[in-house]
């Protein structure tokens, strides 16, 4: 059996955490000391038993004396009938180690020891990007409730329990550390999977321009020895007196690069909504498309260190892209120092390129110009990130800001002059929303 622990009665870590209040770092608080050591129940009477021998030394009246024997009485009654516990260890138990965003965490800790022991009193110190919703305490186990609040890669942190003798006078610590969990960005909702004019030879569920074998029926032409006499255009034929027999468009599968711009992470400072965090939820809905569609999804993140995948494809293959990013929010450990160069591995040639930025660092820049060199097709999915707050009656930063907007302009309209499809993808909005101008017409690519 394990019991609630009410909010007041717990322990000071236990109620930061419930309330969620972290202490800003992702360190790790000192090691607990090792061995018994007095506990507060022990410091409490033997406070009052001090004071009152104190008393009585000061003034001088033997009768004081007395005040001290009940709580030294206390102690004597608490004394533990039996041996404390030597051998105290702490194992947890984390189910489960991957989830989306706002998904629950089930944590066990499970405390072994010999010999007879009191209460358990856990104090829990939580990692960033999780929120402490419930915790329970029984005889030998320490239970808790957690909730993914924002995805990355995150250190769960440490439960340090305190072991309690019989009576109460003496505690030992163990720790038991939790270790990392992955969180998963929730995909935006995406079902449109737009395609560059020209796709690889394999075949998919994606309509070519190309003649072959599929089910999208272009037109008619005169029948060729060898073809299928069930495909015969008898209107076709009867009109013009000849055989003729219908003509279907290949189907392809396509190859598509997500690139994602980690430069750095704006807020908004009107909702409060995260750059970084749109993007990848922009991003993982652009994945799920692509690869329900059969097609091979690559993916590429740049800023600090740059990471990448090949493209591949499966269902299963989504969990291995989103794995291969998490790093860059490890504990909010990601940098910004530098770019190098894409590796030609990264952006498969003819690959549909999906460049997702706030667009508001000039090095993004840089990267277009490597991809479109490459002659990818490509498309600028923006994440717009608010305007910025101007106090009123304040003129200078007003022209600031019209300032501010017209070099945004100028920077889409020169994406615009090189080729490359921009679109914005507002939060809360659909992705397909943002997807569907690119569907009027199929995405061209650059020229070497």
């Not at 957690?146 to 329990?161: E, K, S």
């Not at 800023?303 to 299963?316: D, I, M, V």
């Amino acid at each position: 059996m394990t019991d609630p622990v009410p909010a007041r009665g717990a322990a000071a870590a236990v109620r930061r955490a419930l309330d969620g209040r972290h202490d800003g770092t992702a360190e790790p608080p000192p090691p607990p000391p090792p061995g018994w050591r007095v506990g507060e129940r022990v410091l409490r009477l033997g406070t009052l038993a001090v004071v009152a021998l104190a008393a009585a030394l000061v003034t001088g009246r033997p009768w004081v004396l007395a005040l001290a024997a009940a709580p030294l009485a206390l102690i004597a009654l608490t004394l533990p009938s039996g041996p404390r516990p030597e051998a105290v260890t702490a194992e947890a138990e984390v189910e489960p180690r991957r989830c989306f965003e706002g998904e629950q965490l089930r944590v066990r800790i499970t405390v072994s020891y010999d010999g007879e022991s009191g209460r358990l009193d856990p104090g829990v110190t939580l990692g960033h990007g999780v929120g402490l919703d419930h915790l329970a305490v029984g005889p030998h186990r320490v239970d808790l409730v957690l909730t993914a609040q924002r995805w990355g890669r995150w250190t769960l942190g440490t439960v340090d329990v305190d072991v309690y003798d019989r009576g109460g006078l003496a505690r030992r610590t163990v720790r038991a550390e939790l270790g990392e969990v992955a969180v998963f960005p929730l995909p935006g909702h995406a079902g449109l999977t737009p395609i560059p004019v020209r796709l690889p030879q394999r075949l998919g569920e994606h309509t070519a321009v190309q003649r072959g074998e599929g089910v999208e029926v272009t037109g008619v032409h005169p029948y060729v020895r060898g073809e299928r006499q069930r495909r015969v255009h008898w209107p076709a034929t009867t009109r013009r007196g000849a055989l003729q027999v219908h003509q279907f468009a290949a189907e392809r599968t396509a190859d598509t690069v997500v690139l994602l711009d980690v430069l750095a992470d704006v807020v908004d400072p009107v909702s409060g909504t995260s750059s970084l965090d749109e993007t990848f939820r922009t991003a993982a809905g652009l994945v799920r498309a692509y690869l329900r569609t059969h097609d091979r999804v690559g993916v590429v993140s740049v800023g600090g260190a740059t990471r990448w995948l090949q493209p591949g494809s499966g269902q299963g293959y989504f969990y291995r892209i989103v794995e291969s990013v998490l790093e860059v929010r490890k504990d909010r450990a990601y940098r910004t120092e530098g770019l190098s160069l894409l590796p030609p591995p990264a952006l498969p040639e003819g690959a549909l390129v999906y460049v997702i930025t706030p667009l508001t660092d000039q090095r993004i820049l840089d990267i277009l110009h490597q991809v479109r060199a490459r002659a990818n097709p490509t498309v600028v999915v923006e994440i717009p990130t608010g305007d910025p707050v101007v106090a009123p009656g304040d003129t200078e930063g007003e022209l600031a800001l019209r300032l501010w907007r017209a070099d945004r302009d100028a920077m889409r309209f020169a994406l615009v002059e090189r080729g490359i499809a921009v679109v914005t993808h507002r939060p809360g909005e659909t992705l397909d929303l943002a997807l569907a101008p690119l569907l009027r017409t199929r995405i061209h690519g650059g020229t070497r």
